[in-house]
T-cell receptor, first 112, second 115 residues
Framework: AAGVIQSPRHLIKEKRETATLKCYPI?????VYWYQQGPGQDPQFLIS???????DKGSIPDRFSAQQFSDYHSELNMSSLELGDSALYFC???????????FGEGSWLTVV | DAKTTQPPSMDCAEGRAANLPCNHS???????VYWYRQIHSQGPQYIIH???NNETNEMASLIITEDRKSSTLILPHATLRDTAVYYC????????????????FGTGTQLKVEL
């Protein structure tokens, strides 16, 4: 079965640069979630979208923005990168707000 | 979402059943109990969920107490590949309109399966 696809899987950026992560949800899933997991930490919720509209917001820095497009894929844009942004970023999707959420394999971001 | 309490770590011998407990004493009537696991640096993997009845699938069984204040995830025959952090999460589920019913991860239980 198709899963959540994230790209790129690995990304290295320098401080103050910009990075964009992409997420392709499972077909017919209309809800996308973004999580950040720092070293030794548990996944922290950043933001979610339902039917291309932001539906919930967590601890997402102002330097980060995200959107969901008409084909339901989503992009997380991170600007003015800091060393502390180095983390594993997960995207997840679900068919509607109350149903089971499935995660992608994550995108490793390293800021140097 | 209601908070959950799990032991930080557990050990299990390979081939034996692993019983992972979770307390969720403040769970609301419309909140489901979800279990996920995360094998090192991989995406969290859905295991099972339930509202009030016991559930079983090909991966595990979920036993929910009658008062719904606690639950136990059972891996019937643990293998080395089951070594992971297991998260018990309560979340509004079912027929919910709109979106945004996120999962809020706590600290989970590090299960170590040994020979």
């Amino acid at each position: 079965a198709a899963g959540v696809i994230q790209s790129p899987r690995h990304l290295i950026k320098e401080k103050r640069e910009t990075a964009t992560l992409k997420c392709y949800p499972i077909p017919r899933h209309d809800t996308v979630y973004w999580y950040q997991q720092g070293p030794g930490q548990d996944p922290q919720f950043l933001i979610s979208f339902y039917e291309k509209m932001q539906s919930d917001k967590g601890s997402i820095p102002d330097r980060f923005s995200a959107q969901q497009f008409s084909d339901y894929h989503s992009e997380l844009n991170m600007s003015s990168l800091e060393l502390g942004d180095s983390a594993l970023y997960f995207c997840a999707s679900s068919p509607g707000g109350g149903n089971t959420i499935y995660f992608g394999e994550g995108s490793w971001l390293t800021v140097v | 979402d209601a908070k959950t309490t799990q032991p930080p770590s557990m050990d299990c011998a390979e081939g034996r059943a692993a019983n992972l407990p979770c307390n969720h004493s403040t769970i609301s009537g419309n909140e489901y109990v979800y279990w996920y696991r995360q094998i090192h640096s991989q995406g969290p993997q859905y295991i099972i969920h339930g509202l009030k009845n016991n559930e079983t699938n090909e991966m595990a069984s979920l036993i929910i107490t009658e008062d719904r204040k606690s639950s136990t995830l059972i891996l019937p025959h643990a293998t080395l590949r089951d070594t992971a952090v297991y998260y018990c999460i309560v979340r509004v589920g079912g027929e919910v309109t709109g979106g945004g019913n996120k999962l809020t991860f706590g600290t989970g239980t590090q299960l170590k399966v040994e020979l």
